[in-house]
């Protein structure tokens, strides 16, 4: 490893800033290689002493510093600080400095995205553009002023109100913003280029007419109207659902092609990955709808769950993240198929989540330590902090949980808090101890809740069980008992309910909070079998000695439908691990019986088709893993294979049917459309397995005949899983359709990125020199490397170590281009801990020549020093 070890920030060692900056004059002078940027800052002394002034700064050629007009020079520049001592209680500072936007490839600060300046500031990207204190505590008012070649930029865009502008000599022009909120400088962001522009507005609940502003690339006007809907519908719902009403009187987005995340929701000016923007029926999925509505309301809820009320340090993140996370679930909940969903939610929550707390990055949704604050926009922090908060909602009921939301916004509106601050409203909001709960922010790892009971005949009384258990984790040795709300009801043998309680309630809610409890039911005349964790109310592992038998019933009879599809999951995962050691004849036998366990599904009335088709699915490679704690990587991947093939097989009639069965309407994105679709693709998907004979006609039409990029691509992925030749030549077709259209070409890259030949490798390095393909744009790197890592199973993971070489290759040379993305990806190679021992060693090689790289990013290494022994 690099021998230059950086700095571990704690979260224990928080101390306020020594400084406040309360107001911020910016002035941009815009060119490629040298952007000019006047930085003057209203600063007062906070507190009583005498320490120097330390700005943060990374990359910035500085001009001049001037206290209250004067020019000083005793300050100390270093590589990422600027210290200025002064014995000033308060004055105004002005810096003057220089940037390069143009080598700025990291995309974090001031940077070019196909020609236009964007920014991005969070979380210490405002660093690189001025000296300044760069932390989400210190919160001012921001007037910027762009300053920009007229022809190419025609729009300067920043955050709040714009106030005014001008010409300038040389076909200069000027444009002046005003953002009367105080925010912190991660949320600031400007904006300049050259866009289509799609207006709208929005009247709120009180009346207030708000500007809607879409800036789309050049071309693209037509693909911004449903990402201009989905903001209408997130905004009613905000006011409807919570009572938020927006705030500023113009909200403004804009679609960029060369972005690290999804999007930021800047203050009054959201910048976008375009992926989440655009989207019409020929070029974008159903997923990408879906996506689109989400990340769009995700970015407007921020406006209160982040902007109006801030995170007081990085450690607080989830704070905003899993909040916000949570009411764009709620949100998307409410917009279309609930129980689809919730089932969406949890995959992530069983695929992605559970394997990082696994794994050397294990850490609480609230960290305690962090090298690169970067590194911890992390599945952990979003989305089991959302699942955090969706506990407490479960928790203290809907009333509750919206009144302990109203005391936060009341008691914090404008300020920069804690996640403690959050507990402790919804607390005092409700008069309900949380002291225990709080341990879910403080505590990684996840939890396994085993489940044990007993039925006595003669006296007709049924006992359960519950117990928590917690084992270490990288991160953490000592582990303590948490709040675990479980709901759960009970069935008899003829899958009816049984009356709970007094109440005659059918779903009991358990708070398990001791390590264990146990719960006694009277008169229960036959012995029940208990549907547990009804919603995934806890994020947990369920451990209860289920019959095939008895899950067959749950997924037919529960009462609860996240249920029935959990149980669905179970006799599938059961099913492909029981197959290892057996015999072929045994393994036919047991898988035989487990897809006969199916046909009342497929038969089923009760279930909308949407569910039926979740329910037919396989759980992902990625979530059998997570359930194993050694994976053997081949046989799984064989295993579920076999189960998959013999799914295909048996219920080939009924794919037939179900492939045939619906009328095909021009395209819509529309609930009974969507399910059609998806039902109806993955029929195509069990029918191309199948061996069906006429298969390759089914998937030339569907491919010929489609309206609809989604349609399209199941083809694809269908031939693709089928390993046809077929394949290929559609491949090819799909290329020169779209080969001018990167977004829809990434698609094509993760799909080539994705196919189990032995070439593959071969594969990718020439698609690496497509005339599309570039290192420097996030999208493309993480559709073709980003996909061979995380989902290529056998190339990744080949036993001669070649998948991982390449990776490793691949990431030495994007830790110069981009870090942050080459940490992202880098996810797979760290997670070791589970495969087999001569795998573990040939990726701590990988993992050992990356560490050796000269100007290894804080990024890598501090995800590669805590994975390696
Ligand atoms: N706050 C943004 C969101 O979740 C994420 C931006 C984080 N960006 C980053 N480079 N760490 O909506
Ligand atoms: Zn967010």
């Known amino acids: 490893m690099s021998t230059i070890i950086p700095e571990i920030k704690k979260r224990s060692d928080y101390q306020q800033p020594d400084f406040l900056i309360n107001h911020v004059d910016l002035e941009f002078t815009l060119a490629e290689t040298s952007t000019k940027v006047i930085c003057v800052s209203q600063v007062t002394r906070n507190g009583l002493h005498n320490r120097p002034l330390i700005l943060d700064g990374e990359g910035i050629e500085l001009l001049s510093v001037h206290i209250n007009g004067i020019e000083v020079s005793n300050y100390q520049q270093t590589e990422n600080s600027l210290t200025i001592d002064t014995d000033s209680n308060e004055f105004e500072l002005r810096i003057v400095n220089i940037i390069n936007p143009k080598d700025n490839s ?26 300044f204190l760069d932390r989400p505590d210190v919160l001012a008012k921001y007037d910027v002023t762009i300053i920009a070649d007229k022809k190419n930029f025609p729009f300067l865009l920043s955050n709040g109100n714009k106030v005014d502008s001008g010409e300038l000599p040389d076909s200069m022009h000027w444009v002046k913003w005003s953002d009367p909120f105080n925010k912190p400088c991660y949320l600031f962001a400007l904006v300049a280029g050259d ?31 449903h990402a201009l809907d989905s903001l209408k519908k997130a905004m009613r719902w905000d006011e409807t659902e ?38 019409d029926a020929q070029t974008a999925t159903d997923e990408d709808y879906f996506n689109i509505e989400a990340v769009i309301a995700h970015e407007y809820f921020h406006n209160w769950t982040g902007n109006r009320v801030t995170c007081r340090d990085w450690f607080q993140l989830s704070l905003k993240e899993g909040l916000t996370v949570f009411r764009d679930q709620q949100f998307s909940a409410d917009m279309s198929s609930p129980i689809v969903n919730r089932i969406q939610n949890v995959r992530i929550i069983r695929e992605r989540q559970f394997a990082e707390d696994a794994s050397t990055m294990s850490h609480p949704i609230r960290p305690d330590e962090v090298i690169e604050m970067n590194n911890f926009y992390t599945v952990t922090v979003y989305d089991k902090g959302a699942e955090v908060i969706r506990m407490l909602f479960t928790l203290l009921g809907k009333t509750g949980f919206l009144a302990g939301i109203k005391l936060y916004f009341k008691r914090f509106d404008g300020q920069a ?29 996840t939890p396994k809740v085993v489940v044990t009971d ?34 759960f009801s009970l069935l008899n043998d003829k899958l009816e309910l049984i009356k709970l309680g007094d109440a005659k309630q059918q779903q ?62 179970k006799l599938f995962s059961d099913c492909i691990h029981d197959l290892a050691g057996k015999t072929q004849q045994q393994q036919k036998d047991s898988i035989n019986q487990t897809v006969a366990m199916f046909e009342p599904i497929i038969e089923a009335t ?23 704690d050694t994976v053997d990587i081949d046989g799984l991947n064989q295993s579920r294979k076999l189960l998959f093939k013999a799914l295909a097989q048996k219920f080939q009639n009924n794919w037939l049917t179900q492939y045939s069965k619906f009328e095909k309407q021009p395209y819509a994105y529309q609930a009974n459309q969507v399910e059609q679709r998806k039902m109806r693709n993955l029929a195509l998907k ?118 991982y070489k390449f990776v490793a290759d691949y990431l030495i040379k994007l830790n110069e281009v981009n870090p942050q993305i080459a940490a992202r990806i880098i996810t797979p190679l760290i997670q070791w801990q589970k495969v087999d021992k001569v795998r573990q060693q040939l990726m701590q090689h990988q993992l050992m020549r990356i560490g050796d790289t000269k100007g290894l990013s804080n990024d890598l290494f501090e995800k590669i020093s805590k994975s390696l022994p």
């Open 242 to 279: 919570f009572g938020l009403e927006y705030d500023l009187d113009i909200y403004m987005i804009v679609a960029v092609d060369f972005f690290n995340m999804g999007a930021m929701e800047n203050k009054g000016l959201n910048v976008f990955n375009s992926k989440f923007v655009l989207a």
């Open 106 to 131: 990291s995309l974090e600060g001031l940077y070019l995205s196909a020609g236009a300046y964007c920014t991005q500031c969070e979380a210490e990207g405002f660093r690189k553009i001025t000296y």
């Open 686 to 803: 069990y029918l191309t397995l199948s061996g069906q004979h006429d298969v390759e006609q089914l998937l030339i039409e569907q491919f010929n005949g489609a309206d609809n990029m989604t349609d399209s691509l199941a083809v694809l992925g269908a031939a693709q899983l089928g390993d046809l030749d077929l394949f290929e030549k559609l491949m090819l077709l799909f290329e020169q359709k779209w080969h001018n259209d990167p977004l829809v070409l990434d698609k094509w890259f993760a799909l080539h990125a994705n196919t189990e030949r032995p070439d593959i490798l071969a594969r990718i390095s020439m698609l690496m020199g497509h005339s599309q393909f570039t290192i420097n744009n996030p999208n493309r790197v993480r559709a073709l490397i980003g996909t061979f890592s995380f989902f290529n199973v056998s190339g990744f993971h080949n036993i001669d170590g070649s998948g």
């Open 195 to 225: 866009f289509d522009l799609l207006e709208d507005q929005f009247v709120t609940q009180s009346g207030r007419t708000i500007a809607l502003e879409l800036f789309v690339d050049k071309g693209m006007l037509s693909r911004g109207q």
């Open 417 to 445: 808090v804690t996640c403690d601050d959050f507990v402790q409203a919804m607390q005092d909001a409700n008069d309900k101890d949380l002291s225990q709960f709080r341990r879910w922010y403080s505590q990684s790892g």
């Open 606 to 628: 009760d279930i909308s088709l949407a569910l039926k088709a979740e329910i037919l699915t396989l759980p992902s490679f990625e979530t059998l893993f997570q359930q194993m």
């Open 508 to 569: 009991k809610m358990l708070e398990l909070h001791d390590s264990k409890q146990s719960l006694e039911f009277k008169n229960i005349d036959s012995k029940p079998i208990p549907s547990l964790l009804h919603g995934f109310s806890a994020p947990v592992k369920l451990d209860y000695p289920y019959s095939q038998q008895q899950l067959g019933n749950v997924m037919l009879g529960s009462p609860d439908e996240f249920a029935r599809w959990d149980a669905g999951q």
């Open 454 to 487: 007993s039925y006595d005949p003669s006296a007709k009384t049924y006992q359960i069980t519950f117990e928590q258990q917690h084992s270490a984790t990288f991160d953490q040795n000592e582990k303590q008992d948490l709040v675990i709300p479980i709901q």
